[in-house]
């Protein structure tokens, strides 16, 4: 159980593109999801908490305009990354929280890479 | 604000050598210290939460640990598989999800 999926797996596109990356907790549901972004060889740096039926809050720096951030259902997050510039490539990776398990449970990543 | 540090960064180890990793945190109030693995290009896999001081929880050749101040891993006579990066969180109390993450051991274990 508390499996979390994320697609796509990786994405390459082309500057001045918008990518959305959508985050799913397939068994169990998440009133609370996580986007987390990890430069190579550093741990996870939190950009977001998104909240069912509610606005994201965004951590300090992170531009809310550029990472749109919608959770429409208790088991679907998604992580837009507008007008994508080549400093926006990176780890991206999303996690749902389980009330039952009291646990984050974490997706398998999206590589993105902006060309 | 709450802070997590975790050493060594590195650590290498002889297949069958036991090791211990360390979590050192400052939170205002745990809620919760969480161990994870993470594989090179994959998501963290969870393996413990800890919540009070003294308790301790078991997965295979792992033991977790809690103290006031740190937790350890323990890695009882590691094999290859175990070779990953082991990254540590704590939450808060106070009703928020949020937690905060070391930037994790890299554990390498040598055939």
């Known amino acids: 159980g508390a499996v979390v999926s994320q697609h796509p797996s990786r994405v390459i596109c082309k500057s001045g593109t918008s990518v959305k990356i959508e985050c799913r907790s397939l068994d169990f549901q998440a009133t609370t999801m996580f986007w987390y972004r990890q430069f190579p060889k550093q741990s996870l740096m939190l950009m977001a908490t998104s909240n069912e039926g509610s606005k994201a809050t965004y951590e300090q720096g992170v531009e809310k305009d550029k990472f749109l951030i919608n959770h429409a259902s208790l088991t679907l997050s998604t992580l837009t990354v507008t007008s994508a510039h080549p400093e926006d490539s990176s780890f991206y990776i999303c996690?749902?929280?389980?009330?039952?398990?009291?646990?984050?449970?974490f997706g398998p990543g999206t590589r993105l890479t902006v060309l | 604000e709450d802070q997590v540090t975790q050493s060594p960064e590195a650590l290498r180890l002889q297949e069958g050598e036991s090791s211990s990793l360390n979590c050192s945190y400052t939170v205002s109030g745990l809620r919760g210290l969480f161990w994870y693995r993470q594989d090179p290009g994959k998501g963290p896999e969870f393996l413990f939460t800890l919540y009070s001081a003294g308790e301790e929880k078991e997965k295979e050749r792992l033991k977790a640990t809690l103290t006031k101040k740190e937790s350890f891993l323990h890695i009882t006579a590691p094999k290859p598989e175990d070779s990953a990066t082991y990254l540590c969180a704590v939450q808060a109390s106070g009703g928020y999800q949020k937690v905060t993450f070391g930037t994790g051991t890299k554990l390498q274990v040598i055939p």
């Open positions: 996690s749902a929280f389980s009330g039952v398990a009291d646990t984050q449970y």
